[in-house]
């Protein structure tokens, strides 16, 4: 038979756990009596007030459904998720309160809504009357036994969500039981057969399990899990920083400007992720995860269900930069009764957890925290307790801030942080001597074999940066003490942009001119280079005088080099 929806009592219902004790106990075929039977015992209150709401019968006997065959076979998370379902599906009433206020415009829960006190004026307003507050409290206590979300109580009333809990998994028995309802007990079908997802999105289902229509459709199909990548050989450029990365744990890749110190930590990254750095990037295995999934634990889930050999991020320092930047903070958080402050993960305390959370998982899957320009910042005050957890790694360290109910932290030993340090940089100190002992240095230097092996569009272009770059690598000597100011090679390599030969010879001297130019005027104006040496130096490739004027820096130098050696501007290859 079809049953009224309107006949779900909002006050004398029983609870999660007696609703799937009763699903699991009842076997389709049985009448309307035999389960009320079962139910009665299983409940403290009486079965008649909900028992043809939450099941369907069809000429008084027992329909099978997604529900029933979960608690049979003993899924209690499962059941009790699409017990949750069927009390929502079950009233209007109910549904209206979760659907808005619950949830927010975009499915998701909203952080609001979580009090008895909020959803007992919800109830009211649809004029509940004084059954209000225990129709509050019995929702809102079936939501955290599902359990949709922790909850904070005082006393028996619930004040507010601590935290919402992963939803996802549930979502394809949902979609199955939904549609046996929908086409069980609705005479005309609102959706053509065969689409049961976006069915159950009418119905708003997503905001039941507080997921957006995105998020609930990627969920509906089964996550796939993919065999682990195959890391490639290691490429001999990378063999210390690797062995050290293995050994120390932290390392720190230190040169003048323009070596390649970022670039050579993401290659880094590439080899190890087995060529999937952008996959492994943590902000694209949040973005996989619903919003209720983007914690640690669940992170190292997706990473191992992916296939990933490496999970990683990148942080860069300032001089503001902080500990509530890098470690762990205070961040202000709605709730049901307005705002209040709770602590949170940042970056390194948040890929600690994770690589905690893949190592009790017994995954081999590494965690890299890239530093960029690790010496702009008051190392003290970033790093704070954690100076000792660096040294001393899979130790625990009591942090001022509770995360999880946790205060305290670990560093693991499948953490690596990879710093990179700009020796040039003089407006601030190289590096805090109590972090310096804790990091091994690895030294990269201007390489001219970088230029020659480059992807030029043919050799004249080639020529010209390497006659540039040797120009101005005897200006750094160390009877000078200014080899940490030295220009990297990095400034000297192709655009790939340049379709000829001509325009990348152009493009080499436009970046000299506008670039290293200025850049060598300065260090000669703050008395880092010879003032006479420059001037040589630059005399050389054809550029004499005022070299305060860009263009005419630029204008020069393409005229010597063009002198020098004729170019012909046709791409390569053509005849």
């Known amino acids: 038979m079809d049953v009224g929806l309107e006949h779900m009592s909002?006050?004398?219902?029983?609870?999660?756990?007696?609703?799937?004790?009763?699903?699991?106990?009842?076997?389709?075929?049985?009448?309307?009596?035999?389960?009320?039977?079962?139910?009665?015992?299983?409940?403290?209150?009486?079965?008649?007030?909900?028992?043809?709401?939450?099941?369907?019968?069809?000429?008084?006997v027992l329909a099978d459904d997604a529900w029933l065959r979960a608690a049979r076979a003993g899924d209690?998370?499962?059941?009790?998720?699409?017990?949750?379902?069927?009390?929502?599906?079950?009233?209007?009433?109910?549904?209206?309160?979760?659907?808005?206020?619950?949830?927010?415009?975009?499915?998701?829960?909203?952080?609001?809504?979580?009090?008895?006190?909020?959803?007992?004026?919800?109830?009211?307003?649809?004029?509940?009357?004084?059954?209000?507050?225990?129709?509050?409290?019995?929702?809102?206590?079936?939501?955290?036994?599902?359990?949709?979300?922790?909850?904070?109580?005082?006393?028996?009333?619930?004040?507010?969500?601590?935290?919402?809990?992963?939803?996802?998994?549930?979502?394809?028995?949902?979609?199955?039981?939904?549609?046996?309802?929908?086409?069980?007990?609705?005479?005309?079908?609102?959706?053509?057969?065969?689409?049961?997802?976006?069915?159950?999105?009418?119905?708003?289902?997503?905001?039941?399990?507080?997921?957006?229509?995105?998020?609930?459709?990627?969920?509906?199909?089964?996550?796939?899990?993919?065999?682990?990548?195959?890391?490639?050989?290691?490429?001999?450029?990378?063999?210390?920083l690797h062995e050290e990365a293995r050994r120390r744990k932290q390392v720190v890749l230190q040169g003048a400007p323009g070596t390649g110190k970022t670039y050579i930590a993401k290659r880094y990254v590439e080899w190890a992720s087995a060529g999937r750095g952008n996959d492994s990037n943590l902000s694209a295995i949040l973005a996989t995860l619903p919003a209720n999934e983007r914690n640690p634990s669940d992170v190292a889930q997706a990473a191992i269900r992916q296939g990933l050999t490496a999970v990683w991020d990148i942080a860069q320092f300032h001089p503001s930069y902080g500990y509530e930047d890098f470690v762990r903070?205070?961040?202000?958080?709605?709730?049901?009764?307005?705002?209040?402050?709770?602590?949170?993960?940042?970056?390194?305390?948040?890929?600690?957890?994770?690589?905690?959370?893949?190592?009790?998982?017994?995954?081999?899957?590494?965690?890299?925290?890239?530093?960029?320009?690790?010496?702009?910042?008051?190392?003290?005050?970033?790093?704070?307790?954690?100076?000792?957890?660096?040294?001393?790694?899979?130790?625990?360290?009591?942090?001022?801030?509770?995360?999880?109910?946790d205060a305290s932290m670990t560093l693991p030993s499948n953490l690596i942080l990879l710093g990179t340090m700009n020796t040039a940089d003089r407006s601030i100190a190289l590096i805090d001597y109590a972090l310096r002992r804790r990091f091994t240095f690895i030294d990269l230097e201007p390489d001219g074999a970088v230029i020659d092996n480059a992807a030029w569009r043919g050799t004249t272009d080639r020529d010209a940066a390497r006659h540039l770059f040797d120009a101005v690598s005897g200006l750094f000597t160390p009877a000078d003490n200014n080899v940490a100011l030295a220009v990297g090679h990095s400034y000297f390599l192709p655009s790939g942009d340049a379709v000829t030969e001509a325009d990348s010879l152009s493009s080499v001297a436009r970046r000299f001119a506008y670039e290293v130019v200025p850049l060598l005027n300065e260090y000669a104006a703050e008395g880092l280079v010879d003032a006479t040496k420059l001037a040589s130096a630059l005399s050389t490739v054809g550029v004499v005088g005022n070299t305060d004027k860009q263009e005419a820096v630029e204008d020069a130098l393409l005229l010597w080099l063009?002198?020098?050696e004729p170019i012909e501007a046709e791409p390569l290859g053509n005849e």
């Open 10 to 60: 909002l006050t004398r219902n029983t609870t999660l756990a007696s609703l799937t004790t009763t699903a699991g106990a009842i076997t389709p075929g049985m009448t309307l009596q035999q389960v009320m039977d079962i139910a009665d015992a299983n409940s403290a209150e009486s079965a008649s007030s909900w028992i043809e709401s939450m099941f369907t019968f069809n000429n008084g």
């Open 76 to 240: 209690t998370d499962t059941a009790n998720a699409l017990a949750w379902a069927a009390r929502v599906f079950a009233e209007p009433r109910i549904a209206e309160v979760v659907e808005d206020t619950l949830a927010g415009v975009d499915g998701t829960f909203d952080p609001a809504g979580f009090s008895t006190d909020v959803v007992e004026q919800a109830f009211e307003r649809l004029g509940v009357g004084a059954q209000a507050r225990k129709a509050a409290s019995s929702l809102m206590n079936q939501a955290a036994a599902v359990p949709l979300f922790q909850p904070q109580r005082f006393g028996s009333t619930i004040v507010q969500a601590t935290r919402f809990l992963p939803t996802a998994q549930f979502v394809p028995a949902v979609v199955e039981f939904l549609e046996e309802r929908i086409r069980g007990q609705v005479s005309k079908v609102v959706a053509k057969r065969g689409d049961s997802v976006e069915l159950a999105l009418l119905w708003k289902t997503n905001r039941w399990f507080g997921l957006t229509k995105d998020e609930f459709r990627a969920a509906a199909h089964p996550r796939v899990t993919t065999s682990l990548s195959s890391r490639d050989a290691l490429p001999p450029g990378l063999r210390v």
């Open 329 to 405: 903070t205070l961040a202000p958080a709605p709730t049901a009764n307005g705002v209040t402050f709770r602590a949170e993960h940042r970056v390194l305390s948040f890929l600690a957890a994770v690589a905690v959370e893949l190592r009790e998982s017994g995954s081999d899957c590494d965690v890299i925290l890239i530093v960029d320009e690790v010496n702009r910042a008051d190392i003290a005050r970033v790093f704070g307790e954690l100076l000792y957890a660096l040294e001393y790694r899979d130790s625990p360290v009591r942090t001022p801030y509770t995360v999880d109910g």
């Open 562 to 564: 063009t002198e020098a």
